[in-house]
């Protein structure tokens, strides 16, 4: 993260987003099978559609996936994943006049997509492939380092942790101080606990109730709860698409305890909720 004055800055391509209001980063999963929403975008001009409806929503990032990381999911192959997702980013990066991101952890659609115009990497397994740091150290995308337990396949296979919080907080510090020592400045990286990768309800508690700890290590922090299962589990709510309301509370829960980007599939009650909280926090006159 850059301060600019006092400001707080986290630094994507030719973007410099300010860090003042929690942002949304809206969902655009161009996949068949996400655990949400599969099926929905997985055509490229309905997808593109979706992007623009997302911004008009009040997302101020759009997050581009091609591969569906739900658990016990299989991994997808690059041409499908680049047939999937290039199309999109560039049509987006091209026409939306906001920052573009790419879900991936594959480095030849991180490179196909910020030729294409994206300027966030955002690599669910926390950039552990040495290809995906080289594309990262190469470019001045924004990067998201999430941490994961395992792979999707089997990450929900009874995960384990002695202190969850510590361990997924030492994690991304020593991630983020080896994307440094690669070459990248810290202004461009941004850290997420993974909610839902490799943990159990308790898990997903355990470090949404410790999310100042996140926000010590000094890096952008971004939480993805959006629709997941153990919202499900305490709401009683079965179905993904009906876990909006859980959702939203856990959005402004994170805002609360300095989280900077909430990655939603509900922008635009997500929007909504935390502009009401920022105006009850006492800083409502300024929008991002
Ligand atoms: N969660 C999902 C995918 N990508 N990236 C980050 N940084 N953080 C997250 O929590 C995160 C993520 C899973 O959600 P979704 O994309 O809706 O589902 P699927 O993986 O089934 O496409």
Redesign the pocket.
């Known amino acids: 993260m850059t301060t600019v004055g006092r400001k707080r800055v986290w630094q994507c391509g030719h973007y410099r987003l300010p860090l003042a209001r929690t942002l949304v980063m809206g ?1 655009l ?1 161009v ?1 068949p ?6 099926g929905r975008y997985a055509d490229t001009a309905v997808a593109i559609e979706r992007g623009h409806a997302l911004v008009a929503e009040g997302a101020h990032l759009i ?1 581009v ?1 091609g ?4 658990p016990g ?1 299989d991994t997808v192959s690059v041409e499908d994943e680049l047939t999937r997702v290039v199309p999109v980013v560039s049509a987006l990066a091209e026409r939306l006049g906001v920052p573009i991101s790419v ?1 991936t952890r594959n480095a030849e659609v991180a490179a196909a997509c910020v030729a294409s115009g994206a300027s966030i990497i ?1 690599d ?1 397994s926390g950039f552990s492939d040495p290809a995906m740091v080289e594309v990262a150290a190469s470019g001045d995308a924004g990067l ?1 380092v ?1 941490h994961m337990l395992g792979e999707p396949k089997s990450m929900q296979d009874e995960p384990h942790y002695a202190d969850v919080v510590a361990e997924v907080c030492g994690y991304l510090a020593t991630r983020a101080r080896m994307l440094e020592d690669a070459g990248v400045i810290p202004g461009r990286i941004a850290l ?1 606990p ?4 490799g943990k159990t309800t308790a898990h997903n508690l355990a470090l949404l109730q410790n999310l100042e700890e996140f926000v010590s290590l000094g890096y952008p922090l ?7 299962r153990f919202i499900g589990e305490i709401t009683s709510v079965p179905t993904p698409a009906g876990r909006v309301q859980g959702s939203v509370a856990v959005a402004c829960w994170s805002a609360l305890h300095g989280t900077d980007i909430v ?1 939603v ?1 509900d922008v635009a009650p997500t929007v909504e909720a935390l502009a009401m909280f920022a105006t009850l926090a006492g800083d409502g006159a300024e929008s991002v």
């Open positions: 969902i999963n996949t099978d996400s655990f949400s929403d599969g997050d996936g591969e569906s990381t739900r999911s879900d955002n669910i998201v999430m997420d993974g909610i839902g990768f971004l939480v993805g709860a959006s629709r997941k990655r599939h």
